[in-house]
């Protein structure tokens, strides 16, 4: 009987595209009226089908609109994106999305993410670059010395700092350039290519998940809310210690149980596959020259910047692209590789990360899909009528698993919140708790479900390291299901407290 094989992560973001494009013929269309501020003439400005109209920027205009946020949120550009005005849902003429939508659709989306991209492609040209000079394998070949026996080091260290890069500035899509560099140092260490996934990976779902002061999420949830940020903090200070202590007990036992036994790795098939392509051949070890070390300050120092570059100086893909453009022109020019074999190697590693750029634009695609056919909002207003009447444990764990499902539609963490904060936060005064046990639970759901999340950015990272998606779902759903159990009794306690 021949063993069917899971679709590739293009052919899931088909599909989804399909069933999306479906669903606009199901679901009605429908807006809420949008409210932005204007710094250059100090106004608001509402938009909704018919048109816009020109406000006075002042408390007295929020409070009429039934919007309780502070006026300096917007005048301080804490609050720099559009956000929904509450109870200003109507119901729209249906804008079903057809066979031509769903064709462009993609297309629109390779459109809208080309910084992000044009990011890969970099990444990917930087990192061939640096494995042409053989540097990867010399520091591979040390750091296997420095960890032996103690490789479980690997996760705790590399989890922990890349989840607060997530709790702290949103590491998120910035991780896709960790992977080559990473998984290698895991294929050394004796473990496989999912150790090296997870550790990423969900060290950077758990940070996000758990966000403390990450401007994208904590920040502006709680902006859009009403609330200082600060509120809550010290919750989640808590319920990020032990998520990530699960987290990286979790992928511990796991890469111990491979380390001991490789046929017990959920992807042995794949072995040989996945250490030809991350690790090198050549029977003969490659010496950590001067050379070669400066090779690999200079690529880590790419890194370095980079998140330097995003967490201070208001940086974003284009910068970060730059960074890595002059990395690889500075290591092409200390190790004098000949100009025609520069190129040809750079543009050889940038092919091999086009499938990523693919999947990512796919995933946006999808989402252009939901916008375009106006269904996003109106499930939005479903989920806010949902909660009415609640008592307070049983809204708060409903609005965690709204909130995910929501963001299977809207995976944008700051566009997940302008958009819904200020309709479904003003509910947890009709129950009596404060809002910030409301900005938990958009975080906790949004979060939960990236670990998982097709539109998400967890497909291109399968593909980097070639795990498909049945495999990963496989690994993690025990996790989710751990953590899904943590976020429903950090947030009853919270708000019985």
Known sequence: MKKHKFPSA???LLLIAIVVALLTWLIPSGQFDRLSYQKEDNTFITTNNSGSKTLEASQ????????SIPLEKFTSGAIYKPISIPNTYQKLEANPQGFKELVLAPLKGIIQVADIIILVLFIGGLVAIVNYTGAFEAGISKLSVIFKGREYLLIIIIT????????????AEETIAFYPILVPVFLAAKYDAIVALASIYIGSSIGTMVSTINPFSTIIASNSAGINWTTGMNGRFIMLTVGLIICILYIIRYAQRVKKDPTKSLIFDQKEEIEQLFLYNSTE???LTFKLRLVLFIFVSCFIVMVYGVSNLDWWFLEMTGVFFVGSVLIGVIMRINETVFVNTFIKGANELLGVAFIIGLARGVTVLMEDGLISDTLLFYASSVTDGMHKGLFINTMLYVYSGLSFFIPSSSGMAVLTMP??????????????????????????????NPTGIVLASLAIVKVSFAKWLKFVMPLVIILAILSMIALTIQVYL
């Open 423 to 452: 309709v479904l936060s003003p509910l947890a005064d009709g129950v009596g708790i404060g809002r910030e046990a409301v900005v938990n639970a958009y975080q906790y759901g949004i979060g939960l479900f990236a670990f998982i």
């Open 285 to 287: 070890t490659i010496k």
């Open 10 to 12: 293009q052919t899931v």
């Open 60 to 67: 007295k205009t929020l409070t009429e609109l039934g919007i």
């Open 160 to 171: 922990t700092l890349i989840a607060m890069g997530g709790t702290t500035f949103g590491l």
